[in-house]
């Protein structure tokens, strides 16, 4: 289970700077996991795949405008703050840079202190806890001075916060998007209902995980940072449902996925109504209770997540698609084209 196994060459410039204007219009590579074939389409071609009795299954998490500019109220030196989760009242776990410079009892302000924090404890990796005061509502306070938390790949500034959201978004705390569901406009997902595919939301916050890259050489020895979720009743009986009728279980993203593995391990490849947090790493071999087709994006070298698709398609198939998509030019990663497994 060495690293190196998950490895391919990418392009710098195939890397996607900016979105698309329009959500539905990247690209779509459609691997067929078991004979390997690859299909090149556009996004909105996915309605083509979906049949009626589907279930297709989107996390409707919120990205929070986490990143946070301030200085040290002692020093006055500049300090850049990621929420990454709310502990309980207004105490969250974040990523501060420089970290180090960052001690119990540091005061940081925040928009000529429209908002104010202090330090009360470490945690792993380098994580910080802070204690934030302010006047009103935190979340419209966050909303006035703080920016979207684009992963440190894409250098461009994002001309607007909801380009890093998708538009079923609601439910807030996400440290980053559940970018496979970016490719969706309302008029798409009313196209697929159309059909007759129920449409599903379940919520997985999207946390540290994200921002840590596999640092073992054997993979089995990486630990995943854990991230909460929650699956409705009404979403479970659907799922249920649509297993039973014999409809295809199509997850939106490797976050979803997550949500739905772990739900299903933990029942015996049931559904019910659930919510914690969890830890799951899926890599080569896993068998797949919840999942019967994904779609996603096309993630970075050497990640958690390309061992996720694949476990899912096979590693060589999966590679070999990877490989496809760099020679057509695909564009990678958050703001990139899409990619359907079934």
């Not at 806890?129 to 006035?144: N, R």
């Not at 993979?219 to 409705?232: D, G, K, P, V």
């Amino acid at each position: 289970m060495n690293i190196n196994e998950y490895d391919f060459d990418l392009p710098e410039e195939l890397i996607a700077q900016t979105p698309l204007k329009d959500r539905s219009s990247s690209r779509l590579l459609v691997l067929d996991k078991e004979i390997g074939e690859v299909a090149h389409r556009q996004f909105t071609d996915i309605t083509g795949y979906l049949q009626k009795g589907d279930c297709l299954v989107l996390n409707d998490t919120k990205v929070l405008p986490a990143r946070l500019y301030g200085v040290k109220q002692d020093t006055g030196a500049n300090v850049e703050v990621l929420l990454l989760h709310q502990r309980e009242g207004d105490s969250w776990e974040v990523l501060t840079k420089p970290a180090k410079k960052i001690k119990i009892g540091t005061e940081i302000s925040f928009g000529e202190g429209k908002l104010t924090a202090v330090c009360t404890g470490y945690k792993d990796h380098g994580g910080r806890i802070l204690e934030f005061s302010y006047e009103g509502i935190f979340y419209e306070v966050l909303d006035a001075l703080g920016e979207m938390p684009l992963p440190p790949y894409i250098k461009e500034k994002l001309p607007e916060k909801d380009r890093y959201q998708t538009v079923y978004a609601r439910e807030e705390g996400s440290a980053a998007a559940p970018t496979a569901g970016l490719h969706f406009t309302e008029e798409l997902l009313e196209e697929i209902k159309q059909i007759g595919v129920e449409i599903v939301f379940i919520t997985l916050h999207v946390g540290l995980g994200t921002f840590r890259p596999v640092s073992a050489e054997n993979i089995e020895e990486h630990e995943m940072h854990a991230e909460f979720y929650q699956m409705s009743e009404e979403a479970a009986e659907t799922l249920t449902k649509a297993r039973q009728n014999g409809g295809r279980i199509i997850s939106v993203g490797t976050t979803s996925t997550r949500t739905l593995e772990t739900i299903a391990r933990d029942l015996d490849g049931a559904f019910a109504a659930a919510s914690g947090w969890t830890d799951i790493f899926i890599y080569p071999p896993y068998e797949f209770r919840a999942v019967d087709g994904l779609i996603t994006n096309f993630h970075l070298p050497k990640s958690t997540l390309v061992m996720l698709i694949s476990a899912f398609a096979g590693r060589e198939k999966v590679l070999h698609a990877y490989r496809e998509a760099v020679n057509e030019r695909y564009r990678f990663f958050s703001f990139g084209d899409a990619m359907f497994i079934l």
